[in-house]
């Protein structure tokens, strides 16, 4: 398949259930340090370079075709917030319920069996990207976009912030995206020559913290 495939696994109309996620957003929008379509832009510049680089390359490995027991084990222990691993895993069994609708496939099938509570959704999205077509470059695009366009349209809704502001900022960020997503695939390529632990582990304390506070909030908009 070609390009067309891209477009609609990255449409956040495809029934993934990343709607219903801020990314950390509405955390970050009640502490403050989300106000504005510049401090979004800082928040989102942070995020892609760490959870989105790790993501990305959890992915890309995943749509290269590596073990994705292995993968995600290595995602859990890149995961240290328990929160942000029930929702990584609530994400990707979404995911995977609309892949094997949309593009089946064995390796779905048998993901499926083996994780019946969900797999990290990095590791689902490799797997949908591998079964539609597509290779791990495309996979850790996705990745990397996914990782800033939900917090930008969370925050259009959290703050009633300007869409064009808000779209602004990820037009912005698209060099940095580019980047990020060429890191992982290289990155994925060598984890499949030297084992996991060549993939990115970077980290951000202060979204996992947030994630913790947030899952303890009697009413919230997002589920993370």
Same mark, same amino acid.
């Given at each position: ?10 449409d956040g ?19 403050g340090?989300?106000h ?15 959870a989105?680089?790790t993501?990305a390359a ?7 075709g ?7 084990a290595?995602?859990d222990?890149?995961?240290?917030? &328990?929160?942000?691993r029930a929702a !990584?895993? *609530?994400?990707? +069994?979404?995911?995977? $319920? #609309?892949a =094997?609708a949309?593009?089946? %496939? ?5 993901l ?5 509570r ?10 949908t990207?591998r079964a539609?077509g597509l ?6 695009h996705v990745?990397?976009y996914e990782s ?8 259009v809704?959290l ?8 779209s602004g900022?990820?037009a912005?960020?698209? &060099?940095?995206l580019d980047?990020? !997503?060429? *890191?992982a695939? +290289?990155?994925?390529? $060598? #984890?499949? =020559?030297?084992?996991?632990? %060549? ?5 951000s304390p202060?979204?996992?913290v947030?994630a913790e ?5 009697p009413?919230?908009l997002?589920?993370?």
């Amino acid at each position: 398949m070609g390009r067309a495939a891209l477009l609609v696994l990255a449409d956040g109309r495809f029934p993934a259930g990343g709607h219903a996620h801020s990314g950390g957003a509405e955390a970050a929008c009640k502490a403050g340090r989300i106000h504005d379509a510049a401090s979004l832009e800082d928040f989102c510049r942070g995020r892609l370079h760490t959870a989105g680089l790790t993501a990305a390359a959890l992915a890309a490995a995943a749509a290269l075709g590596l073990d994705p027991a292995v993968l995600d084990a290595a995602a859990d222990a890149r995961t240290p917030s &328990p929160a942000l691993r029930a929702a !990584a895993r *609530r994400l990707g +069994r979404q995911l995977l $319920r #609309a892949a =094997r609708a949309t593009w089946p %496939a064995t390796e779905l099938d048998a993901l499926a069996a083996a994780f019946p509570r969900g797999a990290h959704q990095p590791v689902v999205l490799g797997l949908t990207a591998r079964a539609a077509g597509l290779g791990p470059l495309d996979a850790a695009h996705v990745a990397a976009y996914e990782s800033i366009g939900g917090p930008a349209t969370a925050t259009v809704r959290l703050l009633g912030l300007d869409p064009f502001g808000a779209s602004g900022v990820l037009a912005r960020l698209a &060099p940095e995206l580019d980047d990020v !997503a060429d *890191r992982a695939a +290289r990155a994925a390529h $060598r #984890a499949r =020559r030297e084992g996991p632990d %060549a993939l990115p582990a970077a980290s951000s304390p202060l979204l996992d913290v947030a994630a913790e506070i947030h899952a303890a909030w009697p009413v919230r908009l997002f589920a993370s």
